[in-house]
Nanobody
Framework: QVQLVESGGGSVQAGGSLRLSCEVS????????LAWFRQAAGKEREGVAS?????????FYDEDVKGRFTISQDVAKNTVYLQMNSVKAEDIAMYYC????????????????????WGQGTQVTVSS
């Protein structure tokens, strides 16, 4: 059974930093794509960043977070991270970790349709 467990959410001051973690189990950490999504109250879930399990150099970011957020992974720990810097009020949301089998198109995708497995989410709030 595939499980993704997020942690690290909480409250952060605007301009501050936060690191989210997602531990993946029940699936071989190979030939899969990992991603972070977020969903703000009353809005659709949107992709934030993705990474290739076999090549941490292959990453993709939504334009709204590019330059502020960094996705990375520790293959030995089957864990993917999202480092959030220069956090803004617009970043307030529930953040979800997701995993999907890597297709021929690779992992430069943050489309919900490309991810089959999801975590329960971790809430991020921003205080001014």
């Amino acid at each position: 059974q595939v499980q993704l467990v997020e942690s690290g959410g909480g409250s952060v001051q605007a301009g501050g930093s936060l690191r989210l973690s997602c531990e993946v189990s029940g699936v071989t950490y190979s030939r899969i794509c990992l991603a972070w999504f977020r969903q703000a109250a009353g809005k659709e879930r949107e992709g934030v960043a993705s990474i290739d399990s076999d090549d941490g150099g292959i990453t993709f970011y939504d334009e709204d977070v590019k330059g502020r957020f960094t996705i990375s992974q520790d293959v030995a720990k089957n864990t993917v991270y999202l480092q959030m810097n220069s956090v803004k009020a617009e970043d307030i949301a529930m953040y979800y970790c997701a995993a999907g089998i890597r297709g021929w198109w690779g992992c430069m995708t943050i489309s919900r349709n490309d991810y089959k497995y999801w975590g329960q989410g971790t809430q991020v709030t921003v205080s001014s």
